[in-house]
């Protein structure tokens, strides 16, 4: 329905606000509407098509910044006074950009390689205690991030719950149980307008894989979050040991 309706519309606007041929064929998606953020203007394209204006498309990127300007790769020189250097943000594979080192010593970015990982988008096996709000595959493209937030706050509030209900110190969820939750989301995603129609953005990793978005519904993620799973989980009352699922169900 999307593509049939909004995609259609789009490229009718493009159309109508874009009458030169060649600028027009350098600002039209090769990708299906969806795949990137939709922005609503009916400045932008007015803007490029200014005779003071040059758009230089993604065929045709820097190769070189000199002195007093760049190079492009099609080797041509263009003076500039100021350079903005729009790089846009790493949303995938620098989910967490400073060091996290759990159990055993193991490091947060290698177990996240090659994409980040959580169940829920939350907690990771291996490192007790940690719970990571907005994580992998918590990103919404339909409603408010903050209602999947709340969702996230609702789970961290039940798992402190178990462990506290039991006199312990510390929990995390299995590596059974992340695997299944991780795998049950990527089976997901195929399909979807992130994945495929020729889509690559920020919310895809190095590794392919899309790791910025959820790929149901916003209420299914709170649903899932809400039923804490005492299985799905170990609760630790030292370092080193962990209690039985039944005392955790206690």
Known sequence: MLKAVAQRTALKHIESQVPDSELRAKVT???????KRVL??????????QANVTLHDKNDGISEITETGIVTTTGEHVDVDLLVWSTGYDATDGVISYPVIGRDGRALSDVWDPYPRAYLGTTIPGFPNLFVVT?????????????????????????????????????EVT??????????????MEGTVWKDGGCHSWYQSKS?????????????????????????????????EATTKDEVSA
């Open 175 to 188: 590596a059974a149980a992340e695997q299944e939750y991780t795998d049950t989301i990527h089976r997901e």
């Open 29 to 35: 998606p090769d990708y299906v509407i969806g795949c």
């Open 208 to 240: 392919g894989h899309v790791v910025a978005m959820f790929p149901g519904f916003s209420f299914t993620f709170r649903r899932w979050a809400k039923r804490f799973r005492p299985e799905a989980h170990h609760i630790h009352r030292s370092s080193t």
């Open 40 to 49: 609503l203007s009916n400045t932008l394209y007015p803007a490029l098509g």
């Open 135 to 171: 994580g992998p595959n918590t990103g919404i493209g339909h409603t408010s991030a903050i209602f999947l937030i709340e969702a996230q706050m609702e789970y961290i509030v039940r798992a402190v719950d178990a462990v506290r209900q039991v006199g312990a110190t510390a929990i």
